[in-house]
Structure formats: C-alpha cells, structure tokens
C-alpha cells in the first residue's frame, strides 16, 4: 500500500495523510486543478515531493531505483503517446521498454478485446480516432502486467456508453489479476458505482476518504 504522510508538492498539493491500499479500486475525485495528476506522478517517482514521505510496502519510494519502480507501477497520462507504426507495435513498445517478452497475435488481440479496441493488429495507429488511441495505450499497459496502475482520466476521451464497457472490463481484469488500480477519473459514477476506495481532492488537499463496504 501507499502511505502519504505531510506530503507538500509546490503550491500544489498539501496531504496530511493519505493511504491507498493494495488490490483495490482506488479513485480520485476532484475539479479540474485540484492536484490530482500530480498525486498520480508522484506515486511512481515522476515528480518528488518538496516534504514529507512516501511509503510503498513500507519502503520510501525514494529508496527504490526509478526505473525499476516504473515497471513495477506503471503510469497512463490523460494523452498518451502514440508511435508511428502499427497497433502490434505499439502494443510491443511498453513490453520492450520493461525488457519483457513480446507475446503472440493471440495474445495480444485478447487484450485488445478487454480494451474495446476492434482494430487490426496491422493497422497504423496514425488512422486511429483519439478514443482508439487512448484504448490502445491502456492495452499496451495492460500487457505489461504491472503491480499497480496508476490511470489519469483512462475514459475521458469515449462516449458514455464505451466507457461503461471499458472501465466495467478494467475493473474484471484489476479483480481477476489482483493488482492495485489508483484512478482519477472525472466520473462521479464511475468512481460511485465501481470505486472501492474513494478520495476526493480540493484545492490540494484531502477533502474526504471514503471506504465502500462490499
């Protein structure tokens, strides 16, 4: 788990204390510059905190080597990049960057599948709409099967309908795979139907945590 403690980002984030536990579906509310992707960032050690600590399992982020702790909790921003070429490489990029093996057609059109993504594995990524190319990097982090996801808006680019679809497969594969998903999303519903763990952000600071009770 993640444990934050006097944790000051600039003038941009103040938290007290925060805890976002293991395997579970965390979600992080909050109004457009409140701090929330900076809180995603600074899990995985994209950006340092100028006080305080921060704790996974126990051990100061700050202790761990960053590229091995960025395989291990994997970042997707709001806009993602996209490289030329086709949907498999893509797919591939992330896998190569980790030193993992790259799988086969079958696998790698299962992950499209709890994506949402219908595409061709030989299709350029370039002819993509921007809500394909934002699936597609969901998939190509998928396949890295990292401990822990941290996702900026993963939806924010679908209709309703697709995104009901796509965070509905997300949360499956978080549950079936037991790894820890931490989320902002602009979703109230999403967060309501689907978080397990729910933090709402003002201004910098920790409004409310709420814990769902299954």
Known sequence: MFVLDNVRYKNILDVRHLVLPDKKINCILGESGSGKTTLLRLLNNLAACDSGSILWHEQSLYELNPIELRRRVVMLGQNPVIFDGSVR???FIGLKFADKPCPGDDKLREVLKQVS?????DVEAAQLSGGEKQRLALGRVLLMEP???LLDEPSSALDEDTEEILIRSL?????ENEITL???THARRIAEEYGEYIVEIEQGRVKSVREKVS
């Open 182 to 184: 931490i989320m902002v």
């Open 147 to 149: 401990e822990v996801l």
């Open 171 to 175: 949360v499956r594969y978080v549950k």
């Open 117 to 121: 993504l219908h595409k061709d594995l």
């Open 89 to 91: 490489e893509n797919l």
